[in-house]
């Protein structure tokens, strides 16, 4: 790679370009949600054995739930229904009636705020409770036990659920971002993948410093600084970003609020603020959502192609990285060294949320 390329951001380097680089935009859009093929099994890859970690995740973006609506989704390797009830709020269940096991995100319907399964009218409410039965002068006790039901929460433009394995009440909120809510902010700029990967290694990702050269082709290995403090990773890297114009000295600061809502704020060449969400669909499938807002201000005038480059700069990084992720194996006791990052400090927090881990059934450090 000469120099001039070295400088570039917007050129990657081949180890993983030579994958991407004859594919037409059209392409890429395709090829980010297009199954895996020909990667290895989950089982050898050691995802298997990795737990759903807890916390808040993205279900759908607020505007693909309308009133009145059902969605089926499936979340953490379970069967899920959406619905919107005509108070506006939204609300999530698992799928499967209690009834007689009908899928009620296939023909069920919203009545009032409840949701009609399609097999027998069977009406719940978000708890997982049956409210009414039309043909039936008495609901049986047990149907009128909530069972089943999600914690929801609105918020930055998405719909958020809350997961945990053994049914915990939610430990924490969900983080609102006051630049959603900005009219000097954009709508969002969306992306999405389907990542064959399990979430801790795009999670492990802001802690591995020595990638970022090699994968996405920064000029300089960054420095980072990352603390650490409850359900709460904060990070800040200090790169140098190649443009076409040379170097410049770029900040990204990274927040986690929990496994599954991060924020990624740019600065130095155009402000911007990027909402990742990704949830775990499978053990080795994950749904990643990219949400892109910039200051109205800075997306129109001289400034307006470097927003729009930037922008397109992130996103290409992120399928760089999906190309080592979707084949990539958890090395449980990995072998670090002094250049890497803090990947042994990274795990020890993000352990924390395999509830399935407690009481030493896993080892909880990494090596290094």
């Not at 993205?58 to 989704?73: F, H, N, R, T």
């Not at 007689?100 to 009406?123: D, I, Q, S, T, Y």
């Not at 802001?206 to 090699?214: I, Q, R, S």
Request: overall charge negative; glycine content about 8%.
């Amino acid at each position: 790679m000469d120099q001039q390329s070295a400088q570039d951001a917007r050129t990657a380097p081949v180890a993983v370009w030579s994958i991407l680089e004859k594919m037409t935009p059209e392409q890429k859009v395709a090829w980010r949600i297009a199954d895996v093929t020909g990667n290895p099994a989950s089982k050898e890859r050691g995802t298997e054995d990795l737990p759903f970690p807890y916390g808040w995740y993205a279900v759908c973006y607020s505007d693909e739930l309308a009133v009145g609506q059902v969605k089926p989704m499936r979340y953490f390797a379970r069967e899920l229904v959406a619905w919107r009830g005509e108070d506006g709020q939204a609300r999530v269940l698992d799928a499967y009636c209690k009834h007689l096991g009908a899928h009620m995100g296939h023909g069920g319907k919203v009545n009032g705020n409840l949701l009609e399964c399609p097999f027998h009218a069977w009406r719940y409410d978000g708890t997982g409770s049956v409210k009414e039965i039309p043909y039936a002068r008495v609901i049986p006790p047990q149907a009128k036990r909530s069972c089943g039901n999600w914690h929801v929460a609105e918020a930055n433009g998405f719909v958020w659920v809350w997961y945990h394995p053994e049914g915990v009440e939610p430990m924490w909120e969900v983080e609102r971002f006051p630049e959603t809510e900005s009219s000097d902010w954009a709508p969002y700029e969306r992306y999405e993948w389907h990542v064959a990967s399990a979430l801790q290694f795009i999670a492990e990702n802001t802690a591995d410093l020595a990638h970022f050269k090699y994968v996405h082709g920064t000029a300089t290995y960054p420095t980072a600084k990352i603390v650490f403090n409850g359900h709460l990773r904060n990070g800040l890297v200090e790169a140098k970003m190649g443009t076409p114009r040379g170097e410049v000295d770029g900040k990204i600061v990274n927040d986690s609020f929990g496994p599954g809502q991060s924020s990624v704020r740019f600065s130095g060449i155009s402000e911007t603020l990027l909402v990742a969400a990704i949830t775990p669909v499978e053990k080795d499938l994950l749904h990643s959502r990219f949400a892109f807002t910039q200051p109205k201000a800075q997306m129109s005038g001289p400034m307006a192609g470097v927003a729009k480059a930037l922008i397109k700069d992130i996103v290409k990084q992120f399928d760089q990285d999906k190309i080592i992720w979707d084949r990539q194996r958890f090395v449980e006791r990995a072998l670090v060294c002094d250049g890497d990052g803090p990947i042994g400090d990274f795990r020890r927090w993000y352990y924390q949320f395999y509830a399935e881990w407690k009481g030493g059934n896993k080892p909880l450090t990494a090596e290094g």
